[in-house]
């Protein structure tokens, strides 16, 4: 589980736009860029070439 206060501070740091936790898989997603962050050992990893682009369906 990622800490409330955490996630209502992270912004996506190529859009600045807010971020959704997504526990099923384990990320942040930005609906603004179509990336989704991982999530390892509870730290999220906001580097955009550690990213994932969205697909189509997920945006």
């Known amino acids: 589980m990622?800490?409330?206060k955490l996630l209502a501070i992270l912004v996506c740091p190529v859009s600045k736009a807010p971020l959704e936790?997504?526990?099923e898989q384990n990320e942040l997603v930005?609906?603004?860029?179509?990336?989704a962050y991982p999530i390892r050992d509870g730290i999220p990893?906001?580097?955009e070439y550690e990213?994932?682009?969205?697909?189509?369906?997920?945006?």
Request: charged share 25%.
């Open 51 to 59: 990213a994932r682009a969205l697909s189509a369906d997920e945006r």
């Open 21 to 23: 936790y997504r526990p």
């Open 30 to 35: 930005c609906k603004a860029s179509g990336l």
């Open 45 to 47: 990893v906001m580097l």
């Open 2 to 4: 990622l800490n409330q």
